[in-house]
């Protein structure tokens, strides 16, 4: 079974789409995260919920939303797509926010065209 | 807050050679220290983690890190470098602020 799973692996389309991505662990944390790694692979926390609660919400435009339906599930709906957007998301979870690791799902690489 | 800094985007040793990857931390607060490995096109996977006691960690793979406070350093180290070590590394720091901060990252080629 995979720990933290993101579907879908690959995402293409076109500007001014509305998408979503979900994501899904069965790990029992209670802390997921929503990451974007842009072209240079540098790692940006967008958000992170605990307990289906928002905790963080980096500087990032509103046209992403967040919805935790349950602490098992973080998806990801993006409004209006730009070509800035395409990039690698990448979904993660853990048990204590910052005490443990994090566990990473295999990322969703979304292409904006 | 904290940060990281990783010297070195790219770092390329032979077969068989030490690995060393370089990783600083600025933290407020007693950190704990993480060092992920990603694959191409995978997602990020972690090697080994420091969050008390011992400052030598071992990982996965053969890695090993030492934690040195005074250095405010956890570098990343492997005797002796195999080809399939060749990905992208990442050293993350967390404490204060819940969430995970990452460095840049480090493109490891391994030469045969």
């Known amino acids: 079974d995979t720990a933290v799973s993101q579907t879908p692996k690959y995402l293409v389309t076109q500007m001014g789409n509305d998408k979503s991505i979900k994501c899904e662990q069965n790990?029992?944390?209670?802390?997921m995260y929503w990451y974007k790694q842009d072209s240079k692979k540098f790692l940006k926390i967008m958000f992170s919920?605990?307990?289906?609660?928002?905790?963080i919400n980096e500087t990032v435009p509103n046209r992403f939303s967040p919805k935790s339906p349950d602490k098992a599930h973080l998806n990801l709906h993006i409004n209006s797509l730009e070509l800035g957007d395409s990039a690698v998301y990448f979904c993660?979870?853990?048990?204590?926010?910052?005490?443990?690791?994090?566990?990473f799902g295999q990322g969703t690489r979304l292409t904006v065209v | 807050a904290q940060s990281v800094t990783q010297l070195g985007s790219h770092v390329s040793v032979s077969e068989g050679a030490l690995v060393l990857l370089r990783c600083n931390y600025s933290?407020?607060?007693?950190?704990?220290l993480f060092w992920y490995v990603q694959y191409p096109n995978q997602g990020l996977q972690l090697l080994l983690k420091?969050?008390?006691?011992?400052?030598l960690v071992k990982g996965i793979n053969g890695f090993e890190a030492e934690f040195k406070k005074s250095e405010t350093s956890f570098h990343l180290t492997k005797p002796s470098a195999h080809m399939s070590d060749a990905a992208e590394y990442f050293c993350?720091?967390?404490?204060?602020?819940?969430?995970?901060?990452f460095g840049t990252g480090t493109s490891l080629t391994v030469i045969p």
């Open positions: 919920y605990n307990n289906k609660e928002l905790i």
């Open positions: 993350a720091v967390s404490g204060t602020g819940n969430q995970f901060y």
């Open positions: 933290s407020s607060v007693p950190p704990y």
């Open positions: 420091y969050t008390t006691g011992a400052t």
């Open positions: 993660a979870s853990s048990q204590f926010q910052g005490v443990t690791e994090a566990f």
């Open positions: 790990l029992g944390h209670d802390t």
